[in-house]
């Protein structure tokens, strides 16, 4: 059974960085996944913040490029996602999410559903 774990999340002032980290247990092979990480503010729909496929190639929506940034170490299983240059609006509970795929497949483009999600770690950017 695979699990997510999400931890990093904090509160921070507008400008500054985070990195949130999600360790995955379960996942024998990471080729077969697409991971990725979205959040939910208050009273908004959950939207999709980048994802990472089998070798590594990252998708972002076009919103976020050039600010966020998602990684993966395939051997400790842990999924990151460095924030930089946060804004007020990127406040939310941001969860990390894995979708089964076949080998060495991009990630689809958002949004697509994860088969396994995380607990969610909050993230309150302050003005």
Sequence with gaps: QVQLVESGGGSVQAGGSLRLSCAASGITDSTLFCMGW???ARGKEREGVAGIDGLHRGTYPTSLEGRFFISKDDVANVLYL?????KP??????YCAAQRRARYTVCPQF??????????TQVTVSS
Excluded: H, I, T
Excluded at 82 to 86: A, E, H, K
Excluded at 89 to 94: F, H, I, K, L, T
């Design 38 to 40: 979205f959040r939910q």
């Design 89 to 94: 609006e990127d406040s939310a509970v941001y």
């Design 82 to 86: 460095q924030m930089n240059s946060l």
């Design 111 to 120: 949004p697509w559903k994860g088969d396994y999600w995380g607990q969610g």
